[in-house]
């Protein structure tokens, strides 16, 4: 299969390893991979904090890059949430019907990475090996909005080396919530503190997640902590190998 990937402009900027381990996975699997340079942001933040008439430039912007490509993947659920929950609602809003028809036909093709390995191409053992003790963070983007399920966990559970651990209460948000972190501090604080502790509790070495924003999150109070716990994005756990 040709797939483009999505990488969304947070990854591109701040974790890049992200990336280049998404590619080295799919292509170890047998695809071919391609990073269309022309990509921005989806416009996440400008909706969700009431700029929505100014989303709509960045929507045509995904259409245009991403339209011909045969799957479109990327490393964060958020950012897919964002495009299959909300670009049909930029589309109507635009009023312009050839936008409302490209968002029809691009969204369908649009997937966070766990859900295509796993529901798309019915893989999931990808041949990764990893001897970590890990728990997993599903963050709120994954659970609520994609649904993703036990796709990250059946993905993880296949991992030869291995130590998987349950994080407790881990459906409860971590606090990120992109702006909300910023302009509700205090409460984001207190949830991220609940966060730290089970992750602690665990005993695990990993902390991983499907979002590198949330991860990011926790990754600064386990590091302020001085936990010993790293942050890692599902994708980097999926790409190593024994030689790798």
Known sequence: MHISLFITCFNDTLFPETGRAMVRLLERLGHTVEFPLEQTC???????TGYQEETIPLVRRFVEVFGQAEAIVAPSASCVGMVKEFYHN???RSGDPELME??????PRVFELSQFLVEELGVEDVGAYYPHRVTYHPTCHSLRVLHV???????LRNVRGIDLVELPAAQECCGFGGTFAVKNADTSMAMLGDKIRHIKDTGAEVCAAADNSCLMHIGGALNRQRSGVEPVHLAEILASTEEN
């Open 42 to 48: 989806c416009g996440q933040m400008h909706y969700n």
């Open 90 to 92: 930029v589309a109507d």
């Open 102 to 107: 490209q968002v029809e036909a691009v969204v």
């Open 149 to 155: 399920g036990e796709a990250p966990l059946i993905l």
